[in-house]
C-alpha cells in the first residue's frame, strides 16, 4: 500500500467557490476513485489555495491517475475544475499533479 | 477521528539533511507521538521545501500538540530540528505548524 501526497494551487478568487464544489462531489466521480484504487482521499486548503491531497493506494500515483483518466466521469470533472486553478493553458487539473516525495511514516 | 493537514516550510539548503534525519527519527520520540494520538502519520516533501504533514488523531491539532509539547523528548527533538526550517527567529517547528482545512474526505 503506498501512501501519496500531491500538491496543486487554486485560484485565489476561487477558493470558496471551489469548496462547495468538494462538498457535492458526484457520487459516479467518487465510485470511480475508489474503483481506480484511491483510498482514505483528503484534500486539505491552505487560505492562499495551495490544495494538497492525501490518499492511499495499491497502486503509484501514475498508475491511479491512468485507471482514473480512462473514465468518462473523470474527463467531465476535470473538466469542470479547470478553471479553477492556476495554469498557464488551462489544463485539466489531473495532468498538474505535482507528487511529493514521503520522507517519513509513523503507524 | 479527525484528519489533519499542515505545511511548514525546511531551508533549501537543509533539504538532504532534514530526509537522512527523519530516516532516523528516534524511538523513544516515535512512542510520544503514538501516546499523544499522532497515528498514520506521514511527512511529504516538495523539491523546494515545502513540506505537508498528514496525520489522524482522536485529538485535533492543538490538542494533539499540546500533549507532545509536555514531552522531554519533544523538546530535545524541536530543538534539534529548528535549524533545518524557514523562521525569523529560529522558531521550534512545532510551534511554526499552519494548518490546513480538510475540503473533501473519500474514504
Not at 66 to 94: C, G, H, I, L
Request: charged share 25%; net charge negative; aromatic share 14%.
Amino acid at each position: 500500500m503506498n501512501r501519496i501526497g500531491f500538491v496543486l494551487k487554486v485560484k485565489a478568487d476561487k477558493i470558496e467557490e471551489y469548496k462547495v464544489q468538494h462538498c457535492n462531489v458526484w457520487p459516479e466521480m467518487q465510485a470511480a476513485l475508489r474503483a481506480s484504487g484511491w483510498h482514505n482521499y483528503s484534500l486539505f486548503l491552505r487560505e492562499d489555495g495551495l490544495l494538497f491531497g492525501y490518499f492511499e493506494s495499491p497502486h503509484d500515483l501514475a498508475t491511479a491517475s491512468a485507471q482514473m483518466a480512462q473514465t468518462e466521469v473523470n474527463t467531465r470533472w476535470q473538466e469542470k475544475m479547470a478553471p479553477y486553478f492556476e495554469s498557464t493553458d488551462n489544463a485539466r487539473p489531473d495532468r498538474m499533479l505535482v507528487e511529493l516525495e514521503q520522507v517519513f511514516y509513523l503507524a
